[in-house]
């Protein structure tokens, strides 16, 4: 059963801290997105990349926020400084649309809180 | 730009009750339309689907028809249960026969639904 996985599931931190959440697209995927849940803001896309090359950051501060992806298997959205209001759910989602389909498959996301 | 509107919840309903969640889009040319859905504590995951015009995507009993009259893909199920308690999220994506695509999704806003026994 392909899924897409992310670490950490849960993450508590202090303002000022870095924060580096993973993500691990399912297996042939070649496009990786990263989004921001918040009940004020709804659901955001921060960025996304095909063939581990990015294609639009627009969404994410680019001051304090930052996202790569090592290899194939690694994405990575890094806050350094964190701030309180970055506290959020992080979802990564990977999809093949050069496959044919649209359908992009989420992670369970992780839940960051700075306090 | 493209976009999606969706109606606004919270939607609360007794077990068994008729449902339906409007969603409109805007969009040029012909996008593939979603319904995902979310339950507590969990990523979304894809309900439906449906690619092209009079399409009806369907997924246990919940069903949405792409209308490109009037520009809706309104979700429905005739009898809903307390497990489909979540927020369902209207989506679409670009068409990629139209320059500059990038088979991003764009989301509503998300409806939640609240089914109580």
């Avoid at chain 1, 996202?67 to 701030?83: H, V």
Wanted: net charge negative; charged share 20%; glycine share 8%.
């Amino acid at each position: 059963d392909a899924r897409v996985t992310q670490t950490p599931r849960d993450k508590v931190t202090e303002m000022g801290q870095e924060v580096t959440m993973r993500c691990q697209p399912i297996l042939g995927h070649n496009t990786v997105f990263w989004y921001r849940q918040t009940m004020m803001q709804g659901l955001e896309l921060l960025a996304y990349f095909r063939n581990r090359a990015p294609l639009d950051d627009s969404g994410m501060p680019k001051d304090r926020f930052s996202a790569e992806m090592p290899d194939a298997t690694l994405a990575t959205l890094k806050i350094q400084p964190s701030e309180p209001r970055d506290s959020a759910v992080y979802f990564c989602a990977s999809g093949a649309p050069t496959s044919g389909s649209d359908e992009q498959f989420f992670g369970p996301g992780t839940r960051l809180t700075v306090l | 730009g493209n976009s999606v509107t969706q109606m606004e919840g919270p939607v609360t309903l007794s077990e068994e009750a008729f449902l339906t969640i409007n969603c409109t889009y805007t969009a040029t040319g012909y996008p593939s339309l979603f319904w995902y859905v979310q339950y507590p504590g969990e990523g979304l995951q894809l309900l439906l689907k449906a690619t092209k015009a009079d399409d009806k995507g369907s997924n246990k009993g919940f069903e949405a028809t792409y209308r490109k009259e009037t520009t809706s893909f309104h979700l429905e199920k005739g009898s809903v249960q307390v497990s489909d308690s979540a927020v369902y999220f209207c989506a679409l994506s670009d068409d990629p026969n139209y320059g500059g695509a990038t088979n991003k999704l764009i989301f509503g806003t998300g409806t939640l639904l609240a089914v109580q026994p």
